[in-house]
């Protein structure tokens, strides 16, 4: 995220799925482009951090929170942000792709611990093992799970986590 929100580009492209699921696997992605010249040294070294593919090697959420990009004092001069990211990130407008792709490069960057425990997560809520969740089943869960909510709540909750829609 902090790739794109910094460059307006993914750090790993491709024609296809299997293409961009390649590149993230070999973790190899550059600071290339002209956006980066705007971007810190700090940012940059953080950025790197994150994106190792390997888990055992890539810095903690703990230590990524406390690193010097998150201590920096920022001032108008650090706010020059170059005019294209801006509209690289419109052009990346479809929502349900933009969601799926961080989500994607989010889940290759789970531990299989992780992974094993996040699958088990969703199989308490997709009930109808359909591989999506009803508001009906998340309804269902939240009651299950202590968590009152009304329907508009639920709505609310569905349209924001939603990758499916049209």
């Known amino acids: 995220m902090m790739y794109i929100l910094l460059s307006g580009n993914p750090p790993f492209d491709g024609d296809n799925t299997n293409e961009i699921f390649k590149k993230i696997a070999k973790g190899r992605f550059t600071f290339s482009g002209h956006e980066w010249k705007y971007v810190s040294k700090q940012a940059r070294d953080l950025i790197s951090r994150l994106l190792v593919s390997n888990p055992e090697r890539r810095i903690s959420a703990s230590d ?8 920096m004092k920022f001032t108008t001069k650090f706010l020059d942000v170059d005019p294209t990211v801006g509209n690289l990130l419109k052009n ?8 799926n792709e961080v989500l994607k490069v989010m889940i290759n960057m789970l531990t299989e611990q992780e992974l094993k425990k996040l699958r088990d997560n969703f199989r308490y809520f997709d009930k109808e093992n359909t591989g999506y969740i009803s508001v009906e ?4 869960a939240m ?5 009152q909510m009304s329907d ?4 609310r909750i569905m349209d924001t986590i939603r990758v499916d829609k049209a």
Not at 137 to 140: D, G
Not at 143 to 147: A, F, I, N, S, V
């Open 64 to 71: 990524a929170l406390n690193h010097e990009w998150f201590k």
């Open 152 to 155: 508009d709540e639920l709505d």
């Open 92 to 99: 990346f407008r479809n929502e349900n792709t933009f969601k």
């Open 137 to 140: 089943e998340l309804k269902e």
């Open 143 to 147: 009651h299950k799970l202590g968590q």
